[in-house]
RNA sequence: GGUCCCAUCGUCUAGAGGCCUAGGACGACAGGUUCUCAUCCUGUAAACACCGAUUCGAAUUCGGUUGGGAUCACCA
């Protein structure tokens, strides 16, 4: 059997992080079996359809590495795979259905319907309107199109079991159940239907998705079987959560893949700290490759806890990441970051490229995200527009290093060190506050990289004009 | 509300009856290195939700309670 699994996201919005989560475990799983990964759009509810939204999910997976081996964009045996050019495909389906027995049609409206349903709740019964539902006994010929739906049927008293590769089997009572529809009146089916033929027809052999579709399983395993079809094995993952364990919704920033990217996130980072939820290393390894992830992940050893978001531990990894990034590499990375992120600063480190360059290694080790770069380090390309300490009380001593600086004719950072300790010593000043005042007075900040290579970095005369500006 | 899922330090987790006076990682705190920050090194605090049952023995099995989550649409 070849492995082929996919991910099913609905173009209705930015790309989420749990797409991405879902993605990785399919994409490690097909890549360890040699299987194959899809993707597959889901664009059947036309009133949520999001112009560009299919493009940022492949622009999500190309910079995550985790590019699929059908798609829309991409083809393949099974095309096409956008729901919305199928629909003869469910609408065949659905009609085979009603033929069997096992799906009707049915005229009542949504409203109404809802009103029975609260009826139902009011008298604090189960919100399953299954009896007035099968009251209608329509023939299609009598209807005129757009004005019905099929629906299900789903058996009375049954109980119907879910194997669920992370939780095991999972038993619902078919009678609370309502009959669903499969196919709307827009001619669209709904997800129930679409899922399951185009599973089955796609050949998909393991499904990973979201918890929230546990209670629609049962659904799904009844369709299977009305058609005959061995259904797939399912794993279900449990939802990732805030920080304070609240589903993380669409409108928390960092559901969106674009923030992580903003914030100057690595996706390799991302993935492996995106691995760690609800998975742990045989070996419990923190940090690890995609390579590495695809030779040991399996399906069976997802947790079914659902985790909360640790940023902290994420930054934690990212750092880890950029430490151990080749220094070209970084290069390019954070050249790129600015691009994106920073056009004004991106041209001004440009215009010193050398500088940049040699800025790197200073600062590698001390930033955790790409956006900590530019305000740690736009200091080398911009004189500083203001001070975290006051200056005014320090300028005799400036005039000291001054003179000593000039006196420096091999201009490098151990030198330039041992003048100012020279300064330092001979106004007896203590060594740790004369430092934060020279480190204020180039970099502006209390905080910044390594002075002495800063100084040497930025070059003699640069320097000696940034403290005599500061003197007046 | 009905149904379903879940439950170990703040967070991610190890633990599949005695190896647990519960281990690791992030974070926190303290110390060392150091002209800042960061890196690096040392150390400290920090958890089996609760109640029953089974057993010689339970974090580990069972039942209940509580808590969190999901779901009950012509959305996916």
New binding site residues.
């Given amino acids: 059997m070849i492995v082929r699994t996919r991910i099913?996201p609905?173009p209705t919005g930015f790309p989420h992080i749990g797409t991405v989560y879902q993605a990785l475990f399919d994409w490690a799983y097909a890549h360890r079996h040699q299987g194959q990964f899809i993707v597959r759009i889901?664009d059947?509810?036309q009133s949520?359809f999001v112009v560009g939204a299919e493009d940022k999910i492949y622009a999500a997976l190309d910079w995550f590495g985790l590019g699929e081996d059908e798609s829309p964009r991409k083809n393949g045996a099974f095309s096409p795979y956008k729901q919305s050019e199928r629909l003869d495909i469910y609408k065949k389906y659905a009609e085979e259905l009603v033929e069997k027995g096992y799906a009707y049609y049915c005229t009542?409206?949504?409203e109404e319907?809802e009103i029975l349903?609260q009826q139902k709740?009011v008298r604090?019964l189960?919100?399953v309107i299954n009896e007035e539902l099968r009251m209608q006994k329509h023939k299609k010929d009598s209807l005129s199109p757009g004005s019905y739906?099929i629906r299900m049927r789903i058996p009375d008293n049954e109980r119907i079991i879910v194997n669920d590769g992370v939780?095991?089997e999972?038993?619902?009572?078919s009678n609370?159940i309502?009959d669903q529809?499969i196919l709307?009146?827009?001619g669209?089916p709904?997800?129930h239907l679409a899922v399951v033929v185009d599973d089955y027809l796609m050949k998909i052999t393991h499904i990973l998705r979201g918890?929230?579709?546990?209670?629609?399983t049962p659904k799904h395993i009844l369709l299977y079987r009305f058609f005959g079809w061995e259904p797939p094995l399912f794993f279900h993952t449990?939802?990732l959560?805030n920080?304070d364990?609240?589903?993380m919704s669409k409108r928390h920033a960092h559901a969106s893949v674009d923030w992580y990217k903003e914030q100057g996130y690595l996706p390799d980072a991302i993935l492996n700290y995106l691995a760690?939820?609800?998975?742990?290393h045989p070996k419990?390894t923190?940090i690890f490759s995609l390579d590495e992830f695809v030779q040991v992940f399996d399906f069976a050893d997802m947790?079914?806890?659902?985790?909360?978001f640790?940023l902290?531990?994420l930054e934690?990894m990212n750092?880890e990441y950029l430490?151990a990034t080749e220094i070209n590499n970084l290069k390019l990375i954070i050249e790129n970051y600015l691009k994106e992120y920073g056009k004004d600063s991106y041209e001004l480190a440009k215009s010193k490229q050398n500088l940049f360059n040699a800025s790197l290694p200073l600062i590698q080790?001390?930033i955790k995200k790409l956006s900590e770069y530019w305000p740690m380090c736009s200091f080398f390309f911009t004189r500083p527009s203001s001070y975290e300490l006051s200056m005014e009380s320090y300028i005799s001593s400036l005039k000291k290093t001054i003179e000593g600086l000039q006196n420096v004719s091999d201009w490098n950072a151990q030198v330039i060190?041992e003048s100012m300790q020279k300064t330092c010593e001979s106004l007896a000043a203590k060594?740790?506050d004369y430092?934060?005042m020279m480190?204020v007075a180039i970099t502006g900040h209390?905080?910044?990289?390594?002075?002495?290579e800063s100084m040497e970095l930025l070059g003699k005369d640069e320097v000696i004009d940034r403290l005599r500006l500061i003197c007046g």
């Fill in positions: 099913a609905s889901e059947t509810d949520r009542k409206k949504p319907l349903r709740r604090k189960p919100p739906v939780r095991g999972i038993v619902f009572d609370l309502d529809v709307k009146s827009d669209f709904t997800y918890e929230e579709w546990i209670n629609s449990s939802l959560r920080p364990k609240t589903k760690h939820m609800a998975w742990r419990e923190e947790k079914a806890v659902g985790p909360a640790d902290k531990k934690w750092g430490r080790e001390r060190g060594k740790s430092f934060m480190r209390k905080i910044s990289p390594p002075l002495n």
